[in-house]
């Protein structure tokens, strides 16, 4: 069973969202998408200062299987990217949650009425449980 954090959101993608304390939002992969892909080789992501998209591909992520597109919960700018991945890119594997985080992002409208366009960690939860 994979692990579903509580205090965070989710995609239909499988990207997850973490609010952080000074009103941004850290992204990353679920524990459930990780498991789907496998060993994870290289991650691709957009670059600090960035503008994204909601719902718009952000990037790729390659494992041993497959390469699969990576999509923006929500719009915003790239604030920060985890450069660990670079070398790396096994953390997602190893610890999708804590540091196999991708990008955080400074969210272009108010954080929530932007969350509220996610899944809750239950809605995630049956979704996955289905697949």
Do not use: C
Request: hydrophobic share 35%; aromatic share 6%.
């Amino acid at each position: 069973m994979s692990e579903v954090k509580q205090q965070l959101w989710y995609t239909e993608e499988h990207e997850w969202v973490q609010r952080t304390e000074d009103g941004t939002v850290r992204i990353g992969i679920t524990d459930f998408a990780q498991h789907q892909l496998g060993d994870i080789v290289f991650v691709e992501l957009p670059g600090e200062g960035a503008t994204i998209e909601q719902g718009a591909e952000i990037g790729t992520i390659e494992s041993v299987k497959t390469v699969s597109d990576l999509f923006a919960p929500v719009t915003g700018t790239v604030l920060k990217v985890n450069e660990a991945l670079e070398s790396t890119p096994e953390l997602v594997n190893e610890s999708p949650y804590e540091k196999g985080w991708m990008i955080e992002v400074e969210i272009g409208e108010d954080v929530e009425k932007a969350l509220s366009k996610l899944l809750s960690a239950d809605q995630y939860e049956h979704l996955t449980a289905n697949e």
